[in-house]
């Protein structure tokens, strides 16, 4: 059977309406892992639109929230993953929201609300190429496979059970991991192949049993301040992470690697203007800046959180401290190890009283960028966008493809048409209407590509 892929496109633009306000119905139903709200009824609305357009769908339970599995077989043997996640960010803080969180609003060409970009566009966009297939051709070029969890911004803390107990349902020919973008709004798409790892802590400190009278400081220890100086043991002005053993394992970046940052989409003037920002860290710039993006460990401090914190002043002793942070890690890092040198270093340099707490972790990813997958991609992307792709070697940020993917070294991309200006996990999160349609056809034409154009 010919597949001719422009008649799809055509289809797609003359049902983008329709494709839009599926986006909407999914971003009106909130969803937050961390609290549950919304999630079993999130859950639903996703299963019924996989099984409205005929795909084989399992529930399968979890410890926590239910991992969707739905399949469809297509015309060649390759088979094309999605993976995606149904739960959103937190909203907080609501005052700087224009438009309500859950309205799924609609200006400016663009649709407002939480989760919308990251990651209920890609969500749905991937499940609308599929259906605009079927409904041309009442066939798929390729098989697909759908993956889709509700805690992924909790950590997916039970990803790597179902990975474990669903292992024989995982294997396809590439995944298309959530995520992707283009850089300011209207340029070149880019194509991710790895990511960093990440290990998440808490760290606590406690003193007195309850907050005191802050005119006991003279005598009393204030758990904060001890938590600080442990923080300074830890890292310093210069950047240095001091924890014996950290960067053991860490192979140096290749003259490949340093030769694909040609090819790197980051835009450093574009990004300090987003941020508010006039410099990076030690003026850093070029490939200097990309080497530290992308191939260098990081230690950060999320959040801090010590006595009272509101508006007015009191004068307290805090009881307690605790810090989040987390730790992004580079190929050779493992996070169970870098958690054990950590829980080292603070016992060694008199922090033995400091709580650790492990919340998740999980190891860097990279897929071959000469995979028949991630060429696929590049040739879809750049046919349906008109622009050379950026390809980005590993990103800075984190996603759990190694409980997918290490094993069979199955490769995986990020591949979307969303801004990286878009607000993520922040107020106003957004998504141009158009971008969205297109990451719809880009993903059409990713399966066209894959399928070896029958």
């Not at 996640?85 to 609501?94: A, C, E, L, N, R």
Request: proline share 5%.
């Amino acid at each position: 059977m010919e597949f001719d892929e422009s008649k799809v496109f055509a289809y797609i633009d003359e049902h983008r309406d329709e494709y839009l306000e599926l986006l909407r119905d999914y971003v009106r139903q909130p969803s937050l892992a961390g609290t549950h709200e919304g999630i079993d009824d999130m859950v639903k609305i996703v299963v019924d639109n996989y099984e409205k357009r005929g795909l084989s769908v399992d529930v399968c339970k979890t410890p926590g929230n239910p991992v969707i599995i739905a399949e469809q077989a297509g015309v060649s043997d390759k088979v094309m993953g999605f993976y995606d996640h149904y739960d959103v960010q937190p909203v907080d803080p609501i005052d700087l929201w224009v438009d309500p969180p859950f309205s799924a609003n609609v200006h400016d060409n663009r649709i407002w609300g939480r989760g919308v970009c990251d990651n209920k566009g890609g969500l749905v966009a991937h499940l609308c190429a599929v259906d605009a297939y079927q409904h041309v051709y009442g066939k798929l070029p390729c098989g697909v496979k759908f993956i889709t969890e509700g805690e992924e911004e909790i950590g997916s803390p039970n990803l790597g059970w179902f990975a474990e107990h669903y292992r024989d349902r995982l294997d396809c020919d590439g995944y298309n991991w959530e995520g992707g973008n283009r850089a300011n709004n209207q340029g070149p798409l880019d194509i991710c192949i790895g990511v960093k790892g990440l290990l998440y802590v808490e760290m606590i400190c406690r003193g007195a049993k309850m907050d005191a009278h802050s005119c006991n400081a003279a005598i009393v220890e204030n758990p904060a301040w001890r938590l600080i100086w442990a923080l300074n043991s830890i890292k310093g002005p210069d950047g240095h992470i001091n924890i014996d053993g950290f960067y053991d394992g860490i192979p140096e970046v290749s003259k490949e690697d340093v030769e694909a940052f040609a090819q790197d989409g980051f835009d450093e003037e574009a990004t300090k203007r987003y941020l508010g920002i006039d410099h990076f860290i030690d003026g850093a710039t070029g490939d200097d800046l990309l080497k530290k993006l992308h191939y260098e460990p990081t230690f950060n401090i999320c959040g801090f959180y010590s006595g009272y914190i509101d508006e007015g002043s009191k004068t307290v002793l805090p009881s307690y401290a605790r810090v989040k942070c987390d730790i992004r890690l580079v190929m050779g890092q493992d996070p169970d190890r870098i958690y054990e040198l950590l829980r080292k270093h603070l016992d060694d340099h008199g922090f033995g009283d400091i709580e650790l707490v492990y919340d998740s972790g999980c190891p860097a990813f990279r897929s071959a960028p000469d995979s028949d997958f991630v060429k696929a991609a590049i040739a879809a992307s750049e046919r349906v966008s008109g622009q050379k792709v950026t390809l980005n070697y590993m990103n800075a940020g984190t996603s759990p493809c190694h409980y997918f993917c290490l094993e069979k070294g199955t490769p995986a991309i990020m591949c979307g048409c969303m801004s990286d200006e878009a607000n993520i996990h922040a107020p106003n999160e957004w998504v141009d209407m158009d971008d969205f349609v297109e990451e719809i056809k880009v993903n059409a034409a990713i399966m066209h590509e894959l399928s070896g154009n029958l």
